[in-house]
């Protein structure tokens, strides 16, 4: 008999940024057990409800008890378990005792050949779990398993026993239709009662009719929408309704969206305001302030600035409002007297007066400190800017970077480190310094996260650049190199920033140089002596490689074009695009057929060492005299007609034309490998044939490694 199944844990105020997930990971494990133990079907429908002071799940349909089932176990060689007379050997009967039978299944049992040896077998019915045990190990199991960061310990009501979980649970419920499940759990026993809101329930304790009544029961009876989806719901259309009412317009943020719906349980969004003065302080700094502090959200007016009103998520419904929202204004009023403070203090010292001290603040302590990274990031921005812009960029970058890091020393980012670069570039304004040094001081950070802006000007390029490179160096060099899925210093970030930067600006930078400047701004006593620039470009190749995944390339055209390693990244779209291209001739298949066949023979003869190795371009002396086979001096005079012509392709950047150009050897190459042996006994033929192959495929690889094309 089926029917349907809740779980609840009644606890107290769960960690709101963790609600969610917890919610999720206890219903998804409770019914994974279940199903485990066949008491709950595949398809079974699972709802997590999660609020503030609640984890519960509802599971339809559940068995009482799962289905008996048949299960046939080997035992031994039969010539191992009977004796002569067909009678239980002790090794047998041992067996059969430790499966709660004996000797009198013996007649039953089958015998089955495998390979030369008869195996007993034994089919036995195992009788299905009842749900109240299944239940009991499904709550252990899942309790075992949240994902909890740490974990409480507290006493029972006993004063006595203790037991651990994220916080103190004061109920459980356990309801299989209408009737409780004795199970017991973190030293309580199942029932059918929970508690409602804490000031407007209509009813605590709430005593729920069955399983299915449980949402319905705490929305009417108990105030509460349990479920964390529908509760998130009621706020969006609540915040959405007040920010028209007011004609304004609300700050997305599903962060603190999130936080927020774990706060409450019954929503009620009301509208507060704050005075117009606090307004000169940056925007950036009220906004986090109201976020981060008070879990409000703000308002922009039609022109996108920051308005004077924010929207508040009340868990209370009072006659008058009013009350809610003066003390939350009282509240806020202190938050941004603060911030206008810090502001107001920050301003009285420079920039430039600040970055002496950034020597006294410890970076890393095998790297220098801040002072010292300083340095070296204005001498890359510097470099960058010369060879982007000449003097006049390199100047600028050279300024920029001296100023980049002097707001980590202000007053209001030393409160909101969120705002390092942003308070910079206010207080580079404020100094009168142009634009594009100020946005340069906050844009060096970017991009930040993924999918965040580039930096809007080339002095930020310069810059951002300088700063990411200056960090992947440095970390590479004293092996503080990500594993798995531990990254402390974000330097996955910093190598994906280096790539959309040099490829999205379109910087004609090679990255091997790059690493270089980057290397030669340290001084020898922070870069230790190994060699780690090779295995740092692998790691920003990689981190390309999977860039270039998400946004649809297929595996092979990624791997044909990054495995010959292009030190200029602006390219590899173009080369991307022409990889594409070319897989659409109908001569691709057999080109490509034919330059791994090339790629295996030169490959093999190179460990010989008959010919320079694959890739290289010089010492590929063909003797016309040696080409005795028609096939493959009309091979050479192809090659002599399409090498000129795909070589000067792909110098001024035509990739697509480079590869398609390509299409005319087919036919001489397919020719060559039917009528020319490459392996010849002759010496001399054989080498000059590989240099011919050599060259064949140095001119068919300089767009991508087509061999990676081959499947």
Known sequence: MTKNLLVELLVEELPPKSLKQLGNSFAELLAASLKAQDLVPQEAQVTAYASPRRLAVHITPVAAQAADKAITQKLMPL??????????????????????????????????????????????????????????????????????????????????????????????????????????????????????????????????????????????????????????????????????????????????????????EHPNVLVGKFAAEFLQVPQECLILTMKANQKYFPLLDTQGKLANKFLLVSNIRPTDPGLVIGGNERVVRSRLADAQFFFDQDRKKTLAARVPELDKVVYHNKLGTQGERSKRVLAIAKAIGLELGGEVLANQADQAASLAKADLLTDMVGEFPELQGVMGNYYARHEGFSDPIAQAIEDHYKPRFAGDTLPRNPVGVCVALADKLE??????????????????????????????????????????????????????????????IFDLKIFIFDRLNSSLREQGYRPQEIDAVLSLLPSYLVQIPRRLEAVRAFLGLPEAVSLIAANKRIHNLLEKDMKKGTVPGVGSARNLAIDIQFLKEPAELALFEALNTVKPQADEAFESGHYIRSLQLLAALKEPVDAFFKGVMVNTDDTDLRANRLCLLKLLHNTMNRVADLSKLAS
Request: proline share 5%.
């Open 471 to 532: 960090t992947l160096v440095g970390l590479f060099s004293i092996q503080q190199i990500p594993t798995g899925d531990k990254d402390p210093f974000a330097l996955r970030r910093h190598a994906l920033g280096v790539i959309r930067i040099l490829i999205e600006k379109e910087l004609p930078l090679s990255l091997d140089k790059l690493l270089k400047q980057a290397k030669d701004a340290f001084t020898a006593q922070f870069v230790e002596k190994n060699d780690f």
């Open 79 to 264: 010539a191992v378990g009977l004796n002569a007379q067909d009678q239980a050997t002790p090794p047998l009967l041992k067996k059969l005792a430790s499966l709660g039978t004996d000797a009198s299944v013996v007649p039953q049992l089958k015998r089955v050949m495998e390979g030369k040896t008869e195996t007993l077998f034994w089919n036995s019915t195992v009788k299905g779990t009842p749900l109240t045990d299944g239940l009991q190990k499904a709550l252990a199991e899942a309790i075992g398993k949240l994902p909890i960061p740490k974990v409480m310990t507290y006493q029972l009501a006993d004063g006595w026993s203790s037991v651990n979980f994220v916080r103190p649970v004061h109920a459980l419920i356990a309801l299989h239709g209408a009737d409780i499940v004795p199970v017991n759990i973190l030293g309580l026993q199942a029932g059918r009662e929970t508690q409602g809101h804490r000031f407007e329930a209509k009813a605590n304790p709430i005593v729920l009719h069955n399983a299915d009544s449980y949402a319905q029961q705490l929305l009417t009876e108990g105030a509460v929408i349990a479920g964390f989806a529908e509760r998130r719901a009621e706020i969006v259309r609540q915040l959405a309704a007040a920010a028209t009412r007011e004609n304004l317009t609300l700050i997305d943020d599903d962060a603190l969206l999130d936080e927020v719906t774990a706060l409450v």
